[in-house]
């Protein structure tokens, strides 16, 4: 049989070409409605007083009192209301919707709300955690007394996930039903949400994917709330609406990737970083959400690709006015991975050692403690990918030709992914369920993973071709929909392949076995391998089944009149497990390692007083095709034997080696110490004229 | 309200309508062609570019007063012709598909490139796809497929 | 709603503009966007509009002895593609915006806009160029310099209408024009620098330089360059600093969302530095 690496054309190429494929915003409905969202301009308050226009027949305000359910949208933490009934958190605050069938007489209608405020002073200083956790290992505190200490800071901004199409629904009501159909990554956090915001019964609310027109984390949870929403609208108003945000509201409300800081104090013997004590802060925005996972992913990988034997590891989530953040590709791990390389660069040379050696001596192996005193269980194949990225980047010759130049540097990153989610939070809180069908001739997939681009609707079905050795076309895989398709979990954490595709493979087979039946149906389960074995509250255990593996290194030269940054190549070597198409691992590794890059020179985000300042795609800068540089890529293979054929996470892996390399490269260029992204051209200036050296 | 009479995918067309609206609405709203998309609004992305006599233009930044006695061509248009197909086929072989909302204004991006010039240098294909942004690929995958497209388009253009 | 008028002559424009009070749209690539309200609805202009673009008289280019004359409709792309037009100026326009805007978006709309990042601007200031003013009753030509009075204030009457940008053919050994945005294409300037020079034996017969983003409107001080001519190279080079300090008072940025003041004011000295360094 043939290696199921080896590349097919992607199922939905034509659809996507030719402009047939359906989005969110290409639906229409006879009889639509539009709904505008009423928001607050204030970031932090009290509601005294609203005053609606007189609404023209057939127009509509939905606010608080029209949620029948719980006012509260349903995310891993419940804090965020489906419409605030009075207390304003931060800026925007959505606070209702009007709802009527012209979009001329919506806005007007928009610009009579007045509202009154009991105004409060906002908090945007990092003081009012939220979220505390604490671990160690080995003997913590007590293992530094009397080594010598290093110490540096790490800062990283915003990052907005900037998919092409921004956030919507469209839905529609039948007798006591409500169907949403969005751009979404888990249209069953959205139908638990809603179940919860209607007080409605399971099999009244129904979730459609639409095509995603990018998503990037950003459409994991946001959706949740504007499907609340909408949903909301629609069992009061009894009529098909549509809820689509512009680009400047996309831009300004939705979250965000986490800022953080994180202050490094290394305790050195034997040239060694034998201890770590890391204390580290991110802003949750105006909600914890998903606050909470994001930070202990982060703390997780706070020893970066490295073993250290004694840690002592403190976070907090802060809560300020501002817009809440949540999940981005890389979900924690892009921040701490840029502070922990950097950090491990940083200590090499203040001990004057050649900081590729320090890292490599420090580097983890195969049955290592892991930070939170899990193993790495399976083969660490770093020394063979770094061996590999040298030789085709010529790292080690220009690393030091360029110590010698000016505005010429190269940085190479090594770095992990835990593959899927923290700890036991599939076994425990996902439980992911797939089904096959046979019937007939054909095989259908059941499962509720998102093809958001990278690729799912034609991974999955030659994984389910290949094993039952049938014709692709005889393999049907539509969008979710959740009358239709059991709970297999959201489409997040680098999970769809090695997790649903490993219960998927585990169906093929058994469909395979049936095969000379006519119709019937496979239900699985996920099953957690027996030695996952981890304890939330005290970060003790195997926090991932498995791990992804990665080496960037990031050329770069600096203009050293505007000192932009310019990348002239990438070298990129993976350990993704297994590709189960090598042409769509490839589009996710250059894609992700794009963001990663864009993330650490130059992307920016930041806040006025609770307000996103870059509210546009004219002011938010991500990479044009000319700001790309070519990108070579290496595969190692390394199967992880509960993943199918292998395969462990690929989505996440490439975008968190990106912003370190490069911030690496720039560091070497203009021969100062970098301590946080995005690199800017502003920021590089500050540096030469004050920096360290 | 104008009169506003342009061909429209190989037909005449006329409209009255207000001259004001923008190209992307009248031809997703009045002609249901939605491939073109809408990504930001403010002619930065690319997801709503159309051929407008043969070259590319966001529609988004178009008054309709501005496509008088104009040709426009839309993907859908364009997926009847034959380049499209070599286009198209190079994506597929490149990889350079992957949400697919910026995919057909990224077709339309190499056609009218290609229409100018069937041999582009990577820089030159680079300038022709500046004003296309994709977040998904990091667009060598796109810059890829132009190139095959180039190859394997001789004679067409 | 309001109304709109798509004149196809010139004459007609001219009698529309003489009756009633109307803004004007060219391409329509900064119009539309500043004046957009959502999906799916109406520009939201505030007051009756005029279409130009659909005037071909307005779509030339040619010259004489003295000067190339550019319609005020000719888009970006068949200035860039028409070789009669100055190089310095078409350098610029490959950096601006992006193929599909540049097919659309014209000359003389960056001019009526009025932008302080408008990045054709700072060529055209470097090169004295002039617009033609066409109302019904008259026509007059007036340098840019003195047509653009602050951020987005033009010197044009209700009934007038930009109908030529008129660059004079001048020599120079060598020009330079840099765009320092916030990425390499499809961006609006952090700020901008063009230079230019002409040499006879090593003296200095002509030496100019503009500054785009960092002051209301394009900076180019004449009287300063005036001071440099007739001097010698060497001696250029030896003022240096002196220059800088010259230009010191004019450049006055500001802090936006996509850059900061001193960072501007640094880059923008730095580049002219570099600039006279580089003159042989």
Redesign the interface.
């Known amino acids: 049989m043939k290696d199921i690496s080896i590349?097919i054309?992607?199922v939905?190429?034509?659809?996507?070409?030719?402009?047939?494929?359906?989005?969110v915003?290409?639906y229409?409905i006879e009889g639509m409605l539009y709904a505008f969202t009423v928001r607050s301009s204030i970031a932090k308050g009290e509601i005294l007083k609203i005053e609606y226009p007189v609404l023209p027949e057939g127009y509509f305000i939905v606010d608080h009192r029209d949620v029948p359910g719980k006012n509260i949208v349903k995310v891993i933490y419940d804090d965020m209301p489906v419409f605030t009934s009075g207390k304003i958190t931060y800026l925007y605050e959505p606070i209702s919707l009007i709802v009527g069938p012209k979009?001329?007489v919506l806005?007007d209608l928009l610009k009579q709300v007045k509202i009154s405020y009991q105004e409060e002073e906002p908090a945007f200083d990092w003081t009012d955690s939220v979220v505390h956790y604490h671990f160690d290992k080995g003997d913590g505190l007590n293992a530094f007394r009397g080594l010598d200490r290093i110490e540096y800071n790490y800062e990283t901004s915003y990052q907005e996930?900037?998919?092409?199409?921004?956030q919507g629904f469209i839905g529609y009501p039948e007798e006591d039903k409500v169907t949403l159909v969005g751009s979404i990554q888990c249209p069953y956090y959205v139908k638990n949400a809603v179940i919860q915001a209607l007080g409605a019964a399971e099999d009244k609310v129904r979730i459609i994917q639409a095509?995603?027109?990018?998503?990037?984390g950003g459409k994991e949870e946001f959706p949740s709330l504007i499907g609340c929403q909408l949903a909301v609208a629609i069992s009061k108003i009894k009529k098909p609406i549509q809820l689509?945000y512009?680009?400047e509201e996309d831009m300004l409300v939705t979250t965000k990737r986490h800022p953080s800081r994180v202050n490094f104090v290394g305790y050195i013997k034997n040239n060694r970083i034998y201890g770590l004590k890391a204390v580290v802060g991110i802003d949750g925005g105006a909600n914890i959400g998903l606050s909470g996972v994001v930070l202990s992913r982060a703390l997780i990988a706070c020893t970066g690709a490295y073993s250290i034997e004694h840690l002592d590891i403190s976070g907090d989530v802060f809560r300020t006015n501002t817009v809440p953040n949540g999940a981005f590709r890389g979900f924690g791990a892009p921040q701490m991975f840029f502070a922990v390389e950097m950090f491990f660069e940083h200590v090499a040379k203040r001990l004057k050692l050649d900081s590729l050696k320090f890292k490599l001596n420090h580097l983890a192996r195969q049955n290592d403690f892991t930070s939170t005193m899990g193993i790495f269980r399976d083969p660490v194949l770093m020394p063979e990918m770094v061996e590999k990225v040298i030789k085709e980047s010529d790292y080690i010759k220009k690393r030091k030709d360029y110590e010698d130049s000016s505005f010429k540097g190269i940085g190479m990153s090594l770095f992990f992914h835990g593959c899927g989610f923290t700890g036991s939070g599939e076994q425990n809180h996902i439980k992911a369920k797939v089904k096959l069908k046979k019937d007939q001739d054909k095989v259908y997939i059941l499962i509720a993973a998102v093809d958001?681009?990278?690729?799912v609707k034609t991974s999955f079905r030659k994984l389910v071709a290949h094993i039952l050795d049938i014709d692709i076309e005889r393999v049907i895989f539509d969008n979710p929909d959740t009358d239709f398709v059991p709970d297999s979990g959201p489409t997040v954490a680098s999970r769809t392949m090695m997790i649903v595709g490993g219960i998927v493979a585990r169906a093929a087979k058994e469909v395979k076995e049936r095969f000379n039946e006519e119709t019937f149906t496979v239900f699985k389960q996920y099953e957690q391998p027996e030695y996952i074995k981890y304890d939330e509250a005290s970060f003790k255990g195997d926090a991932y089944p498995a791990y992804s593996w990665g080496v960037n290194v990031v050329e770069v030269e600096v203009d050293k009149?505007?000192?932009?940054v310019?990348i002239k190549k990438t070298w990129s070597v993976y350990d993704i497990g297994k590709a189960i198409d090598e042409?769509?691992v490839?589009?996710q590794a250059?894609?992700?390692?794009?963001?990663g890059l864009a993330y650490g020179y130059?992307e920016?985000m930041n806040h006025k007083r609770g307000k996103i300042?870059?509210k546009?795609?004219?002011?938010y800068?991500?990479?044009?095709?000319?700001?790309?540089c070519?990108?070579e890529t290496y595969l190692f293979e390394n199967p992880y034997a509960y993943g199918p054929y292998g395969a462990k996470g690929v989505g996440e892996l490439s975008l968190i080696g990106g912003a370190p390399a490069v911030a690496m490269a720039i560091e070497q260029a203009i021969k100062k110490k970098v301590f946080k992204i995005p690199v800017t051209?502003?920021y590089i200036?500050e540096l030469i004229n004050n920096g360290e050296n | 309200m104008a009169k506003i009479k342009f061909k429209l995918n190989g037909e005449l067309k006329e409209i009255d309508t207000d001259p004001s609206r923008r190209l992307l609405d009248v031809l997703r709203d009045d002609f249901n062609l939605t491939g073109p998309k809408e990504g930001c609004g403010e002619g930065e992305c690319g997801a709503c570019a159309v051929l407008m006599n043969q070259e590319i233009v966001n529609s988004c930044s178009v008054p309709l007063a501005n496509v008088l006695d104009k040709e426009i061509v839309t993907i859908e248009g364009f997926s009847k012709t034959k380049r499209y197909e070599v286009i198209k086929d190079a994506f597929a072989k490149a990889g350079g598909v992957q949400c697919g909302f910026c995919t057909p204004g990224m077709i339309i991006a190499t056609e009218s490139l290609l229409n100018k010039n069937l041999n582009p240098t990577d820089f030159e294909i680079k300038i022709g796809l500046s004003g296309n942004l994709c977040r998904c690929t990091g667009y060598n995958l796109i810059i890829e497929a132009v190139k095959i497209a180039s190859k394997t388009g001789e004679g067409l253009w | 709603m309001v109304n709109s008028y798509l004149p196809l002559t010139l004459e007609e424009c001219l009698e529309i503009l003489a009756k009633h009070d109307v803004k004007i749209v060219a391409g329509g690539t900064d119009m539309l966007i500043q004046n957009r309200s959502h999906t799916s609805m109406s520009i939201g202009f505030k007051s009756d509009v005029i279409y130009i673009s659909n005037i071909n008289e307005l779509k030339r280019i040619y010259e004489d002895d003295m000067f190339v004359y550019i319609g005020s409709c000719c888009s970006l792309e068949m200035i860039m593609e028409n070789e009669l037009v100055p190089s310095l100026l078409r350098d610029t326009i490959l950096e601006m915006a992006s193929p599909a805007i540049r097919h659309t978006a014209t000359l003389a709309g960056n001019i009526g806009n009025a932008s302080p990042a408008g990045d054709s601007l700072v060529p055209l200031y470097l090169l004295d160029a002039l617009v033609e003013i066409r109302s019904a009753s008259s026509v007059r030509r007036v340098a840019l310099i003195d047509f653009i009075k602050g951020v987005r204030k033009i010197d044009l009457s209700k009934n007038e209408l930009i109908t030529e940008v008129i660059i004079p053919k001048l020599k120079f050994s060598d020009c330079y024009f840099k765009k320092v945005g916030p990425r390499l294409s499809d961006a609006i300037s952090k700020l901008s620098f063009a230079g230019a020079y002409r040499l006879e034996s090593n003296i200095i017969e002509d030496i100019r330089f503009a500054f785009g983003a960092v002051n209301v409107s394009v900076v180019r001080r004449r009287e300063l360059e005036e001071r440099l001519i007739g001097k010698t190279v060497t001696k250029v080079k030896e003022m240096i600093d002196e220059i800088l300090v010259w230009y010191d008072e004019f450049i006055i940025p500001i802090d936006d969302q996509r850059s900061n003041k001193e960072y501007r004011k640094n880059i923008s000295l730095k580049l002219l530095r570099s600039f006279i360094e580089n003159i042989e």
Not at chain 1, 12 to 23: I, L, P, V
Not at chain 1, 211 to 216: E, K, L, R, S, Y
Not at chain 1, 621 to 628: C, E, H, K, L, N
């Open positions: 590349p054309n992607k939905d190429n034509e659809d996507k070409c030719s402009g047939k494929a359906m989005y915003a290409d229409k979009k001329e806005n996930q900037a998919y092409i199409e921004t095509t995603v027109g990018g998503a990037f689509i512009e680009r958001m681009g990278q690729g009149d505007t000192y932009q310019n042409r769509i490839m589009g250059d894609g992700g390692l794009a963001q130059l920016v300042m870059q546009n795609m004219t002011d800068i991500i990479p044009t095709a000319m700001d790309m070519p990108m051209p502003e200036m």
